[in-house]
């Protein structure tokens, strides 16, 4: 009895194996790529992220972090990585265990947790308040485009496009600035983990077309934006129509005692012409 039913469901199952043998095999890259989402404007809530699972990287309209101002609070232009934690100063020597509550566990009596049956615990207890915010990831630093060593003007940009390449993950951004081209397609690497940006444009021969990297403080509300700009280091920049061929700038920054040393690379591909390929490592 049991070997027919099992012959049974075999031969039922039959037809089905040799229709799936004869099935045309699925375009991978074109299901992904149908996906691809497009703006041509900005989405105030939706700014373009890419990442390679260690290193996240938010862009706007422009392809960079030149317009944050144009993004709601809540979705802010952000570079951050699994590895870049920080905290605050800890003048109370907070631990762990200040922040553990005894709690009834059926069978095993009361057992330590970390838990707030309400915010009104943190009125009580102030470690819950540090404890919860710290260590807590940072933003890394903020590339943007400069024209003639200023901020852009955005009223200036006409016609923006801009495509998310799912499959490849490039970030394809094209618009005018004074009625002159600007495509910039931007990646972060498998490994390391950097930007890396591609700009063409007559703006970039002409000289006028720049990039600035800032790298901000911490501010201690840390959201939904992590980042200060009062009183933190002075902007690093660099005219991408001046620079060399092949050149690189590495500074040493510090956040309350720890030390990173960031690195921007850039390179002209075509000297005569306006391409300009540049790699911002932020480790």
């Not at 691809?36 to 996240?56: K, S």
């Not at 422009?62 to 951050?80: D, I, R, V």
């Not at 004074?178 to 703006?203: E, I, N, Y």
């Not at 934006?225 to 510090?254: H, K, L, N, Q, Y």
């Amino acid at each position: 009895m049991r070997a027919g039913a099992l012959g049974a469901m075999l031969l039922a199952m039959l037809p089905g194996a040799i229709f799936a043998q004869n099935a045309p095999r699925i375009d991978r890259e074109a299901l992904v790529r149908r996906h691809n989402p497009t703006l041509v404007a900005v989405d105030p809530h939706a700014p373009a992220m890419l990442g390679n699972g260690n290193l996240g990287f938010t862009a706007d309209i422009t392809g960079l972090q030149t317009f944050p101002e144009l993004y709601s609070e809540l979705a802010p232009l952000l570079t951050m990585a699994q590895w870049a934690w920080h905290s605050l100063p800890n003048p109370q020597g907070y631990t762990e265990a200040n922040g553990l509550v005894d709690v009834a566990v059926p069978g095993r009596g009361e057992q330590p947790y970390a838990y707030m049956k309400s915010w009104d615990a943190a009125e009580k207890n102030p470690a819950f308040t540090w404890l919860r915010a710290n260590p807590h990831r940072i933003s890394l630093a903020r590339l943007a485009f400069t024209i003639d060593g200023k901020a852009p003007d955005f009223a200036r940009i006409a016609a923006p496009r801009q495509t998310l390449d799912m499959w490849s993950g490039t970030l394809d951004s094209r618009f005018t600035y004074d009625g002159q081209p600007v495509h910039v397609r931007t990646r972060v690497l498998p490994r390391p983990d950097a930007v890396f940006v591609d700009v063409q444009s007559p703006l970039v021969a002409s000289g006028r077309l720049g990039v600035t990297v800032r790298y901000p403080g911490v501010d201690p509300k840390i959201n939904p934006d992590p980042s200060r700009w009062d009183g933190v280091e002075r902007p690093r920049s660099c005219r991408a129509g001046r620079i060399a061929s092949t050149s690189a700038a590495r500074s040493t920054r510090r956040i309350i005692g720890r030390r990173s040393r960031p690195t921007v690379c850039w390179r002209s591909r075509e000297p005569q012409q306006s391409r300009r390929a540049a790699r911002a490592a932020t480790g």
